[in-house]
Each structure stands twice: as C-alpha cells, then as structure tokens.
C-alpha cells in the first residue's frame, strides 16, 4: 500500500474510495410508479442516481431511475422530491433488529 | 544586522518580510492584528514582492486561504490567537494532515469565557493534538530569529507540517525591546525558496486530503507521527545552523540553567521564563540548588532531552499558562508521562497568570519555595479570596 504525502491523490482515484457503507437506509425505486421523469437525477447531491433507458415501447424509451449504490450516502433527498413517490428509504439489513 | 528599539509586533513583520512570503492572509484580533497591519503597511509600500496579501472575512477563511495557497506552493504566513485561532482549528488539522507548512504566530491570549483579551497560553494548547509544531519563545529577539528557522524547520522534506510560533500576548507583542533585525542578505543565505515536493496547477489537478477509508487511515496518522518525531532532530539542526550564523544560540528543544547539579527545577515556557530565570539565578546565589528548564518546543515534545535534564532532581516546578479542566496542567501532564519510569521526582505544577493576571516575582519565588512543604499536585496560585455566587 503506498501513502502519499499529505494523502494527495489524482483524479478518479475517488472512484476506488466507495462510500455506499456510510448510510443506514438506501433508496428503493418501485418501476412501476416511477415515470423516468429525472427529478430525483437533478437533486442528488452525490451524483449518485441516473435515469436510465431501461426499454421501448412503441418506438418510445422506457427510463427508470436507476441507484448507485457504491457511492449512495443514503441522504434520502430523492425520495423527498419524487413527485409520484417512487423511492422508498429502506432500512439496510445489517441495521434491521431481529 | 541593526540593532533598534521595536515592538513585538514590528519583530515578527520584519523577519516574515524578510522570508519573502507569497501569500499572507489575516483576520484582525487583539493582541495579534499589529503584526499583520505592519505586514499590510510593508505590503502596501511594495516592499514585499511576489507577494499577494488578503484580507479574510474570519480567521476560518484565513486559514482556508492559506490552506489553498500552501497546496500550490506558495510560502504563507497568517498570525492570531484565542477565539481566532479555535475559530480556524478545524481548517489547521486539515492543513497539517495535507503536510502543508504553513507558518504561524500565535500572540498567546487566554479564551472565552469569561471575555478576556490578556495572555495566557490556552489558546495554543487547545491546539496541543493537531499535529502543527509549536514553539514558545522568551522575548521578541527570539520571536523574530524563529520565523526564519520555523519556515526552514516546516519545509524540511523530512517535516512537511505546518509551525505555530508561540509568542505571549501583550506581553512580548506590544513591548519595546532592542531587536538586532535581520538583513535580507542574512535570511536569504539561510532559507532557500520554499520547493514544495508536490503542488496543485490547473494543469495537473490533485485532491489534497482525499478520503482515507479504515483500510489505510491508520497508516496517514503513523507517517505524521513519524514526522513530528524527524522534526526534533530538523529542528535541533536549525536551531544549530541559526547559532552559527547569527551568533544567538536559543539552545535546543529546550534549554537550561544551572541544571548540572541542581535539586530543585523550575520548568516553564514563554515570556515568563525571562522571570523565572532571575528567581533561579536569585537563589543560586544564596546557595540554593535550582536549576532552569525553559521548553522551547512543545510539539513535537522534547521526551529525550527532559529526561536527561531531569534525571538527578528531587523536584519540578512546572509553572503553567494554561489548564486541561478536569486534570490539571498541561505541561506538567506531558512532562509526568516523559519522566514516567524514568524519575521519581516530585512534580509540583502551579497554574499562574491566566487571563492576564500579574506573576509578581514574588510569586514565582513563593511557588519554587513551597514545594518543599506541600504534596506534589496542581495548584493555582496568585488567586484571591472568593466566594461563589449565582448572580
């Protein structure tokens, strides 16, 4: 392993350093309610949900909001702002009391 | 070389000036804003080339300012203390874990509350466990032959961190003393320009202090103990070099007076040590053994060298400028675990002076004294008869 001084690092290496462990909860998007319509996309603050072509149907795309979980601090801003209550806050199971 | 009649504040600006900083960023707070006015007038006048002077809106942006500075090489300087100087801790841990050496005058000032703007040393030792070097200087020809020696100390490769310069408030910032003020000539022959071994461009873009997850955390915090522990021997090197070329040897990590055979010492650090020092020559004249340790670094802590100034005493007199509420002193804390299995000296730690108030030297004499007649312990002394009340 090297340390480098001053823990500099170049770019990308961030994308080594996952930080999808940080939350208690992770979004959940139900496909059915979601309309692909990008809000959540555009609130994220960790640049870690997109919307995604996932389909077509007659000659139209199909996207559905789709969650990085390597990087999702788990915030819950997505779920605040979908306007068809889509995304669900899950507790993880690891925090789940049996 | 010339000698003048300068205050505390001039000492400090005219030997930062002569390190040629690039960038020196300050917020206004007593007793320090003389030094960074005196480096706005120098400024203002083109004495300092290559040069960018900020005015920040706290002492939080001064340090994020010179944090962003430092990243790209360039040489900084920023002076504060007490509220300003907690005000900017979260930024100054950052800055030491980027290994960025920014160099600091600290005009020691007691903290809030109660309000007070007078000396003690509280202020820098709530800053103890950051990992930035702190030296505590006597008078102002000290303060101003280390500014010169804290930037070659912090931008020693082997040290890479930042360098508080602790000077007293009031005490040392607004006296006047004769100061033999440095040359240009004389600095430059001694520091060369700061060649950073690494540095932020807009072409070569870098994360300074990125995260570290648990997996390798660890390992940044070993590589800055290592640090702080080559920056003894840079420092002792420093110190050495200074003494040879200016001809004004401030001693080492630490430095002392009649310890060779002495059965009681007094330790102590800052302005008052010039005090201590005319109590100890004092009794050395009436025959008593006394002997002085003045402890110039407090971090990285001179372990080595105090065990061996204090091997053969019977007692310490640890005078303290400040208090870990809830233990006790925290010079005497970090001196009890050095001599820890190495001495069965008794230590007797009194807190004088905070907030300002008044070390007669009567009262130095009078501690040095009774620790011959009382337990080892804290003590605060100086303090008047009171009572506590609610309103």
Redesign the interface.
């Known amino acids: 392993m090297k340390i480098t001084l001053g823990a500099v690092s170049k770019p990308y290496t961030s994308l080594k350093m996952k930080t999808g462990d940080w939350g208690t909860h992770w979004p959940k998007v139900d496909e059915e309610l979601c309309t692909g319509c990008g809000t959540c996309e555009m609130f994220c603050p960790d640049m870690c949900i997109e919307v995604v072509k996932v389909g077509e149907e007659n000659g139209k795309e199909i996207k559905k909001a789709k969650v990085n979980y390597d990087y999702c601090k788990g915030c819950g801003i997505c779920a605040e702002v979908c306007p068809t209550k889509a995304i669900k806050m899950e507790l993880k199971d690891i925090y789940k009391v049996i | 070389m010339v000698r003048k009649v300068v205050r505390g504040f001039y000492a400090v600006a005219h030997a930062v000036k002569l390190c040629r900083p690039n960038v020196i960023c300050a917020y206004p707070i007593t007793p320090q804003t003389e030094i960074v006015e005196n480096l706005a007038a120098m400024y203002a006048n083109g004495e300092l080339e290559n040069c960018e002077y900020i005015t920040a809106e706290s002492e939080f942006g001064a340090a994020s300012i010179l944090v962003g500075a430092s990243a790209t090489g360039a040489r900084t300087f920023t002076a504060t203390c007490s509220q300003g100087l907690i005000l900017m801790s979260e930024v100054l841990w950052n800055a030491a ?4 050496p920014i160099v600091m005058v600290i005009a020691n000032r007691s903290l809030s509350a109660p309000l007070s703007i007078w000396n003690d040393h509280q202020d820098s030792m709530a800053m103890r466990d950051a990992c930035i070097m702190q030296v505590y200087v006597e008078n102002n020809q000290e303060a101003h032959d280390m500014i010169p020696q804290a930037y070659k100390i912090a931008e020693n490769r082997d040290v ?1 961190l930042p360098f508080m310069v602790c000077m007293d408030g009031y005490k040392l910032t607004h006296a006047y003393e004769p100061v033999d003020l440095l040359d240009q000539e004389t600095v430059d022959k001694f520091l060369p320009p700061y060649d950073p ?2 540095k932020l461009t807009t072409k070569d ?9 648990p997996h ?1 955390y660890m ?2 915090r ?2 800055m103990q290592r640090a702080m522990e080559r920056a003894k021997k840079v420092m002792e090197d420093v110190f050495e070099e200074w003494a040879g070329l200016t001809g004004r040897n401030w001693g080492g990590l630490i430095a002392t007076d009649h310890m060779e055979d002495a059965e009681v010492a007094v330790v102590a650090m800052g302005s008052v040590v010039g005090l201590v020092r005319d109590v100890v020559e004092e009794m050395r004249k009436e025959g008593k053994k006394v002997g002085l340790v003045k402890i110039r670094s407090f971090r990285p802590f001179p372990v080595e060298d105090l065990r061996k100034a204090l091997k053969d005493v019977e007692r310490i007199v640890v005078f303290e400028r400040a208090v870990s509420f809830g233990h006790e002193g925290p010079v005497a804390m970090e001196l009890k675990s050095a001599l820890f299995g190495h001495s069965d000296a008794k230590v007797y730690s009194f807190a004088v002076g905070l907030g300002g108030r008044d070390i007669p030297k009567q009262l130095v004499r009078k501690c040095i004294e009774k620790s011959e007649e009382i337990e080892p312990g804290f003590y605060f002394e100086g303090v008047k008869d009171f009572e506590e009340v609610i309103v």
């Open positions: 874990g980027m290994r960025l890479m071994p690494i873009p870098l994360t300074f202090g990125c995260y570290a997850p390798c390992e940044f070993v590589v």
